[in-house]
């Protein structure tokens, strides 16, 4: 039989299994079955590859394989949940290196491949080079070895500027790819780009950065596959690009800001807006929150990354099925952009075993709060913040929030009284019918727990 053929035919497998796994991804009901069939697809393209007509160092190719799966098994093995947002940003900052390196060594072969796959060699490199260096960027903000934003004076024009004399650098390399020193300059530049763009960025901005590198790298593999003539590749890239652009699409449109804006005009906690709050934080024990809870007929949990950092997500469900056992009505609203990375909390939340029926985004559940007895808010912030329905002065303004502010009553769980993680105050916690329970969720939910247990119907 034809070995192009049988190669041919496999890479058509693999790219069904992907679009497949991606599919069953969308759902956390099949989210476990998509990741196996997508891990069955790259298998498959990893063995294609050594079967590949010319194909050499084996060895070396072997040697790569039980090196990276080595080092992804141990982290798969020990990460915790609150820190897979940095782990997804500094694996996929390694798909946009891989990319540029395979460009960057199209170029150091010297072979001729024509203006149009070189043009392809340089978009990828370029793209591939901002999405590395702008992954490890998140990566540290997000593991908190960065923990400031950085902005040059007039940064948007800086942006602009390197942008273009990147794009100007890499239109000279068509024209001549062998000139070395121009593809070294090229390359530092764009990594470089990739440091410049992503540093002002604070961390209310993050979950949509991660998602637009991620196109970002998607379109790099994409590139390059091409170049390489590689259908895996190509294919890859085209559903992580395509993929990664309708989620940061989806990102930006539950944020109500532009993309534009979460790259030119990032929220930051160095200078708010808004209209200065006034009132006082009045707070309430474990035992008045347990009371609160326990005599509802319905109580919204809504979960944020307070919860996710305590890793509280099992002590919020024992607590839960307190409430059910009793009569009461429990649902959890997800914000979409509720932690760092989207879909964190559905995560957390399932992991904790809570039922997926009872789980709700912001559109299924916002219409219910006016009708909840008790909002319990649990180390969210932005999310729930008022001022985004209120105050046009403010940066988070037009944002879709959850309207826990609606409740009868609303409990907020948070460590202290500074503001959230995006730097803007919280008209919330100073409502007339909000109370503050201070501590972090793990021992404050354990506390209202031991209060609820020693309370009859």
């Given at each position: 039989?034809n ?7 496999s ?11 991606l ?15 997508a ?33 992804a ?35 150091a072969?010297g ?18 080079s ?6 490890c ?27 273009l ?19 070294i ?17 604070g961390?209310?901005?993050?979950p ?13 593999v ?20 395509a ?28 200078a ?8 006082t ?15 509802a ?8 990354y ?22 009461v009505e ?19 939340l399932?992991e ?6 009872i ?8 219409g ?42 609303v ?14 105050e ?20 354990a ?11």
């Amino acid at each position: 039989m034809n070995i192009d053929l049988i190669i041919n035919a496999s890479y058509f497998v693999v790219a069904v299994l992907f679009i497949l796994g991606l599919k069953a991804m969308s759902s956390p009901v099949t989210a476990k079955q998509g990741i196996v069939w997508a891990g069955v697809g790259m298998i498959l393209a990893t063995l294609v590859t050594f079967a590949t007509p010319g194909m050499k160092n084996y060895v070396l190719m072997i040697v790569a394989i039980v090196l990276g799966g080595g080092i992804a098994w141990w982290a798969g093995k020990v990460v915790k949940m609150t820190d897979m947002p940095q782990m997804v940003a500094i694996y996929n900052g390694m798909g946009g290196g891989a990319a540029a390196a395979i460009a960057a060594l199209e170029f150091a072969r010297g072979e001729s491949h024509g203006v149009a796959v070189t043009a392809l060699a340089v978009l990828g490199a370029l793209i591939g080079s901002v999405a590395f260096s702008g992954s490890c960027v998140a990566f540290a903000k997000l593991q908190g070895i960065m923990n400031k934003t950085w902005r040059l004076p007039a940064q948007n024009a800086v942006n602009i500027v390197l942008a273009l004399v990147a794009v100007g650098m890499g239109i000279a390399i068509i024209r001549d790819p062998a000139n070395t020193q121009l593809l070294i300059a090229f390359f530092v530049l764009s990594l470089v780009l990739g440091v410049i763009l992503t540093t002002p960025i604070g961390g209310a901005d993050m979950p949509v950065v991660i998602s637009l590198l991620n196109a970002f790298t998607g379109l790099a593999v994409g590139f390059e596959g091409y170049v390489l003539g590689n259908p895996a590749l190509v294919i890859a890239g085209i559903v992580v690009g395509a993929s990664g652009t309708l989620l940061t699409q989806l990102m930006a449109k539950a944020m109500n800001r532009p993309i534009s804006n979460v790259l030119f005009t990032p929220i930051t906690g160095e200078a708010q807006g808004g209209t200065a709050i006034t009132g006082t934080m009045k707070e309430a024990s474990p035992n008045d929150s347990a009371a609160m809870m326990r005599f509802a007929q319905k109580v919204i949990i809504v979960p944020g990354y307070g919860m996710a950092v305590a890793g509280a997500q099992h002590k919020v469900w024992e607590m839960g099925k307190l409430l059910i056992e009793a009569g009461v009505e429990v649902k959890f609203a997800i914000h979409p952009v509720a932690g760092r990375m989207p879909g964190h909390m559905n995560v957390l939340l399932a992991e904790a075993g809570v039922p997926y029926d009872i789980i709700f985004d912001l559109e299924e559940i916002n219409g219910e709060f006016a009708q909840a007895d008790v909002a319990l808010v649990i180390g969210a912030n932005d999310v729930v913040n008022p001022v985004a329905r209120t105050d046009k002065s403010s940066p988070i303004y037009g944002m879709p929030i959850l309207n826990a502010d609606m409740a009868q009553n609303v409990i907020v769980n948070k460590r202290g009284k500074g503001a959230g993680y995006s730097g803007i105050e919280n008209a919330l916690f100073y409502g007339e019918n909000t109370r503050m329970l201070y501590g972090s969720a793990q021992q404050a939910i354990a506390d209202v727990i031991a209060n609820m247990k020693t309370m009859e119907g």
